[in-house]
C-alpha cells in the first residue's frame, strides 16, 4: 500500500493522478485526514496503514510569509512533522520518499552545478527547514529518498505560469527578474520519478532532479507568454525585492537521476506540454 501526505497539494494530485493511471492503490492525506504535526496521531496512522511507501508530500511552500508570520508553522510542518513522519515510517518499514528543494544552497556557486552533496547554506527561512526536514530523515531513515527540485509548475495550483498567465490579462508589459538563474520542473516529471525510483529499487540517497536546460524567471516568463502581445522587461533582483533571499543560482546538477536511466525533457518541452493540458481543461 502507498501513503500520499500533501495529496491535494500541486505535487500530491498530480502524484494521485499518475498512480491512478498506473492502476496503483493508495492511501492520500491531507492536513485534515493526517496532521502530520500532531506525532501521536501520525503514528498510529502510519502504524495501523503500515504502507510498503509513502511520498512525503506534505509541506509549508509560502517562502516569503515564513520569514515573518509563518515562521512557527513552518518549522512545524517542514521540521517537526517531517520527523514525525520518518519515525512513524520506520516503525512501520515503510520507504519514504521526501521532496526537498534548490533554496538548501545559497546560490553563490560560480562554476558548474550544483552536485548532490555540495555544501549547503540556506538563505531563506523555507530553506533552513526544508534543510533541517532532510536532516531528520538522514537521522531517522535508512530507506529513503530525497528529492530536491525546484521552480515547481503544474497543472493543479498556484504557480509561475499561472500568475503570469493572469497578470498578462490586465497588463502590456511586466517586468521579471532575470539574475536569478535555475531548472523549472513540471509537477509530471516529479512525480514520474518519485515512481521510477521505486520501481527500478534504486539506491537510496539524495537526488536533484528537475526538467532539462535552464533559464532566468524573465526567460522562463518570455517562454510563457511568447504567444501574447504582452512586453516582457528584465529587471534585477533589486529592483524586485522580496522578504525571503532566493538562491540567484541555484541550478542543479542531475547526472544521477539520468544515470539511472530516467529520460528527462527538457522545460520548454515541459512547458508545451502543460500549456496544450491547460487548453484542454
Same mark, same amino acid.
Given at each position: 500500500?502507498?501513503?500520499?501526505?500533501?495529496? $491535494?497539494?500541486?505535487?500530491?494530485?498530480?502524484?494521485?493522478?499518475?498512480?491512478?493511471?498506473?492502476?496503483?492503490?493508495?492511501?492520500?492525506? %491531507?492536513?485534515?485526514?493526517?496532521?502530520?504535526?500532531?506525532?501521536?496521531? !501520525?503514528?498510529?496512522?502510519?502504524?495501523?496503514?503500515?504502507?510498503?511507501?509513502?511520498? $512525503?508530500?506534505?509541506?509549508?511552500?509560502? @517562502?516569503?510569509?515564513?520569514?515573518?508570520?509563518?515562521?512557527?508553522?513552518?518549522?512545524?510542518? =517542514?521540521?517537526?512533522?517531517? &520527523? =514525525? @513522519?520518518?519515525?512513524?515510517?520506520?516503525?512501520?518499514?515503510? !520507504?519514504?520518499?521526501?521532496?526537498?528543494?534548490?533554496?538548501?544552497?545559497?546560490?553563490?556557486?560560480?562554476?558548474?552545478?550544483?552536485?548532490?552533496?555540495?555544501?549547503?547554506?540556506?538563505?531563506?527561512?523555507?530553506?533552513?527547514?526544508?534543510?533541517?526536514?532532510?536532516?531528520?530523515?538522514?537521522? +531517522?531513515?535508512?530507506?529513503?529518498?530525497?528529492?530536491?527540485?525546484?521552480?515547481?509548475?503544474?497543472?493543479?495550483?498556484?504557480?509561475?505560469?499561472?500568475?503570469?498567465?493572469?497578470?498578462?490579462? !490586465?497588463? %502590456? &508589459?511586466? !517586468?521579471?527578474? =532575470?539574475? /536569478?538563474?535555475? &531548472?523549472?520542473?513540471?509537477?509530471?516529471?516529479?512525480?514520474?520519478?518519485?515512481?521510477?525510483?521505486?520501481?527500478?529499487?534504486?539506491?537510496?540517497? @539524495?537526488? $536533484?532532479?528537475?526538467?532539462?536546460?535552464?533559464?532566468?524567471?524573465?526567460?522562463?516568463?518570455?517562454? +510563457?507568454?511568447?504567444?501574447?502581445?504582452?512586453?516582457?522587461?528584465? @529587471?534585477?533582483?533589486?529592483?524586485?525585492?522580496?522578504?525571503?533571499?532566493?538562491?540567484?543560482?541555484?541550478?542543479?546538477?542531475?547526472?544521477?537521476?539520468?544515470?539511472?536511466?530516467?529520460? +528527462?525533457?527538457?522545460?520548454?518541452?515541459?512547458?508545451?506540454?502543460?500549456?496544450?493540458?491547460?487548453?484542454? /481543461?
Amino acid at each position: 500500500m502507498i501513503l500520499i501526505t500533501g495529496g $491535494h497539494g500541486q505535487l500530491g494530485t498530480e502524484l494521485r493522478q499518475l498512480l491512478d493511471e498506473k492502476k496503483l492503490d493508495y492511501v492520500s492525506t %491531507d492536513a485534515d485526514q493526517l496532521d502530520i504535526t500532531d506525532k501521536e496521531a !501520525t503514528n498510529t496512522f502510519i502504524n495501523d496503514m503500515k504502507p510498503e511507501i509513502i511520498y $512525503h508530500c506534505a509541506a509549508y511552500t509560502a @517562502v516569503d510569509k515564513a520569514e515573518d508570520e509563518g515562521k512557527e508553522l513552518d518549522e512545524l510542518i =517542514n521540521v517537526e512533522g517531517t &520527523r =514525525n @513522519v520518518a519515525e512513524a515510517a520506520k516503525a512501520a518499514g515503510s !520507504t519514504l520518499i521526501y521532496i526537498s528543494t534548490d533554496y538548501v544552497f545559497d546560490g553563490k556557486k560560480k562554476d558548474g552545478m550544483y552536485q548532490v552533496d555540495d555544501t549547503t547554506n540556506p538563505l531563506s527561512e523555507y530553506g533552513r527547514t526544508k534543510l533541517l526536514g532532510e536532516k531528520a530523515v538522514q537521522e +531517522i531513515m535508512d530507506d529513503y529518498y530525497i528529492i530536491r527540485t525546484s521552480w515547481v509548475f503544474g497543472i493543479y495550483g498556484h504557480n509561475f505560469i499561472y500568475t503570469m498567465q493572469n497578470l498578462a490579462k !490586465t497588463h %502590456d &508589459r511586466l !517586468t521579471v527578474v =532575470n539574475d /536569478q538563474f535555475g &531548472r523549472p520542473t513540471w509537477t509530471r516529471t516529479l512525480a514520474e520519478f518519485m515512481t521510477f525510483v521505486i520501481e527500478k529499487k534504486a539506491p537510496f540517497g @539524495v537526488y $536533484h532532479l528537475s526538467n532539462e536546460d535552464s533559464c532566468s524567471w524573465y526567460e522562463f516568463a518570455k517562454e +510563457i507568454l511568447k504567444d501574447t502581445k504582452v512586453e516582457v522587461a528584465p @529587471v534585477t533582483s533589486e529592483e524586485y525585492p522580496q522578504k525571503a533571499t532566493r538562491p540567484q543560482y541555484s541550478i542543479m546538477d542531475l547526472s544521477k537521476a539520468k544515470a539511472l536511466g530516467f529520460e +528527462i525533457p527538457t522545460w520548454q518541452e515541459a512547458l508545451a506540454s502543460f500549456l496544450e493540458l491547460e487548453a484542454k /481543461q
